[in-house]
């Protein structure tokens, strides 16, 4: 598993704004999208392109076109559907797919209760949009999930890391592992209080990009 932080100051400024609890939901909104398709850009540094050539309105020129199959984006519920749009605005012909997680608050353990994923997955880059990679429980979960059915590689895009999730991330996906892992983040922070949120992290990201119901 490789780990990315995305070192750029405007990554930093939105990612600042988004941790001040003064922020409310509508500019939290606005700000996970910027950042997401900032995150984006790293993310999808590596993603496969094949050789093509146009005609400009003077000559022919080589240039590139994303490669078949179209990637799979798998925001996981509810709070990566929060990151979707930023994701789709740099992949927009990406399919999607959708895992729900619930985390037992007690336990810290989270379950699947909803996948909505194409079964077989061979040949694809898959990218999972998860805003809080906390104790890495539901992303390893998720990348599992995609492994299984054949991913030849999973990009986690998160706008936070704890370290004690990228351990767990690293222990479950070691290096040598045919498909390849990557996680990319907007900052790693200190560490997991004992509600199993990052700290000093923003808070719940669901609750403050859909507020609390
Ligand atoms: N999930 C969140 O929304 N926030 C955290 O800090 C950890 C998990």
Same mark, same amino acid.
């Given at each position: %598993?490789?780990?990315?932080? @995305?070192?750029?100051?405007?990554?930093?400024?939105?990612?600042?704004?988004?941790?001040? $609890?003064?922020?409310?939901?509508?500019?939290?909104?606005?700000?996970?999208?910027?950042?997401?398709?900032?995150?984006? +850009?790293? @993310?999808?540094?590596?993603?496969?392109?094949?050789?093509?050539?146009?005609?400009?309105?003077?000559?022919?020129?080589?240039?590139?076109?994303?490669?078949?199959?179209?990637?799979?984006?798998?925001?996981?519920?509810?709070?990566?559907? *929060?990151?979707?749009?930023? %994701?789709?605005?740099?992949?927009?012909?990406?399919?999607?797919?959708?895992? *729900?997680?619930?985390?037992?608050?007690?336990?810290?353990?989270?379950?699947? +209760?909803? @996948?909505?994923?194409? $079964?077989?997955?061979?040949?694809?880059?898959?990218?999972?949009?998860?805003? %809080?990679?906390?104790?890495?429980?539901?992303?390893?979960?998720?990348? $599992?999930?995609?492994i299984n059915r054949g991913a030849a590689n999973?990009?986690?895009?998160?706008?936070?890391?704890?370290?004690?999730?990228?351990?767990? %991330?690293?222990?479950?996906?070691?290096?040598?592992?045919?498909?390849?892992?990557?996680?990319?983040?907007?900052?790693?922070?200190?560490?997991?209080?004992?509600?199993? +949120?990052?700290?000093? *992290?923003?808070?719940?990201?669901?609750?403050?990009?859909?507020?609390?119901?």
């Amino acid at each position: %598993m490789q780990t990315l932080i @995305a070192d750029h100051p405007l990554v930093a400024h939105k990612l600042t704004a988004l941790r001040d $609890s003064r922020t409310e939901t509508p500019t939290f909104r606005r700000l996970t999208d910027e950042l997401v398709t900032l995150l984006a +850009y790293e @993310a999808t540094r590596h993603v496969r392109v094949k050789p093509v050539s146009v005609q400009t309105p003077v000559g022919m020129a080589d240039g590139v076109k994303l490669a078949r199959p179209n990637p799979l984006v798998v925001p996981v519920l509810r709070a990566g559907i *929060g990151m979707l749009d930023g %994701m789709a605005r740099l992949l927009p012909r990406a399919d999607v797919g959708f895992v *729900g997680l619930a985390r037992d608050e007690e336990t810290l353990i989270a379950g699947v +209760y909803a @996948a909505r994923l194409p $079964s077989d997955l061979a040949e694809r880059e898959t990218f999972v949009l998860d805003p %809080m990679l906390a104790t890495g429980g539901t992303l390893v979960t998720v990348t $599992s999930m995609l492994i299984n059915r054949g991913a030849a590689n999973v990009t986690a895009i998160c706008l936070l890391a704890a370290p004690e999730g990228l351990a767990r %991330m690293a222990e479950a996906f070691p290096s040598d592992l045919p498909a390849r892992v990557r996680v990319v983040t907007a900052a790693v922070d200190a560490r997991l209080n004992d509600n199993g +949120y990052i700290v000093p *992290g923003l808070g719940d990201a669901g609750d403050r990009l859909f507020g609390v119901i």
